[in-house]
Every structure is written in C-alpha cells, then in structure tokens.
C-alpha cells in the first residue's frame, strides 16, 4: 500500500513538473534558424504597381510591373498571348533626368538599363537597378520594349501606358510611390 502511494505522489509529481510552462526565451542561434526555415521572414519584394505594355500605341501585348526588391527597384516585363520581348529599354528616376533629344523625344538608346533578348522570351527581370525608394517617395519610369507576334512575324514598339513624355512621339511614363 505505501508503495502504491509513492509511485502514485511520484507520478503526480511528474505530471506536474513536465506540465508547467516556463518563458521561452529565443536565442540567436534560434532567430537564425527562423529565417534559414522561413519562419517569421518578411517579404523582400514589395509590389509599388503595374501598367500595360503597349504595343503600336493600342495592342496589349503584356504589362510592366515595378517592386521594390530587398530595397531596389527592380521592373518586371512580361508578355501575353503571342507576343515574345525583343529589346528592352528602361528608365528608372525623375522626370527632369529622362534622357531626351531637342525635340523632347526620348533617347532610349540612352536609357541606363537596355537589353536584347532571345527568341522565345515572354518575361524581362531588370532587378539590380542600386536605385531604392524612401516610404512617401514617388519616381518615374519609361520601360520601352520591341516585341515581336509569333503568329504574324509583326514586330513593334511598346511601352508601359501611362502619360505621353513629350515630343512628337507616343512615348510614354508612368508613375510609381512607395
């Protein structure tokens, strides 16, 4: 009987001992294993906006998405239907810096960020820009592509929608804000 009530305090002791909560307390060691796992991560990519990428003025042919990724900007060109990018041209910044010739046309062989692209591609990452965006702060961006119609060899000039630059051209800039 004295043997019965001690395993019986013993194990209502343990129960008690292994129920009882204590703080836990992270240390760095498990803050870094949060973010090797994911856990509690925040999201590098902060999307600022998206327009359409226009071809020969009025012809969807994809859309241009601009976020912020881990601080940078960095602008997204992406096709649609049987359209394929085949040059991309990119201006990230103020208004007053737009390359442009007398006439207020843009200079797009002057864009800092330009490119061509292989047969086949529907989507142009231009990330690494080393341009960020303070909270509250707006920019401008001319993102100008030649695409090509994989069904009617059709090449043309596109450009994200938004406000016509100037010039005697249909050249366009859309505004983004953090």
């Known amino acids: ?11 209502s002791l ?7 909560t204590e703080p ?3 240390t760095v060691e498990d803050n870094y294993a949060n973010l090797i796992t994911g856990e509690e991560t925040p999201d590098p990519t902060t999307n600022l906006g998206q ?16 976020a912020l990724d881990n601080g940078e900007v960095a602008v997204t060109y992406t096709s ?5 990018i085949v040059e991309t041209h990119l201006y990230i910044g103020p208004l ?7 006439g207020g046309n843009p200079k797009i062989g002057h864009f800092p960020f330009k490119d061509t692209h292989n047969p086949g591609t529907t989507e142009v990452v231009v990330g690494n820009t080393g341009i960020s965006l303070a909270s509250g702060e707006c ?5 100008h592509a030649v695409v090509v119609n994989t069904v009617t060899g059709d090449e043309e000039t596109a450009w994200g929608a938004g406000n016509p630059i100037g010039g005697n051209s249909w050249a366009m800039q859309f505004e983004v804000c953090n």
């Open 24 to 26: 836990t307390v992270n």
């Open 80 to 84: 649609e239907g049987d359209w394929e």
């Open 51 to 66: 327009t359409d990428l226009l071809a020969g003025q009025h012809i969807l042919s994809g859309i241009v998405t601009v």
């Open 139 to 143: 920019i401008i961006v001319a993102a």
């Open 1 to 11: 009987m004295k043997f019965t009530k001690l395993l019986s305090t013993l194990f």
């Open 96 to 102: 007053s810096g737009l390359p442009t010739n007398g």
């Open 14 to 20: 343990l129960l008690l001992t292994a129920c009882s």
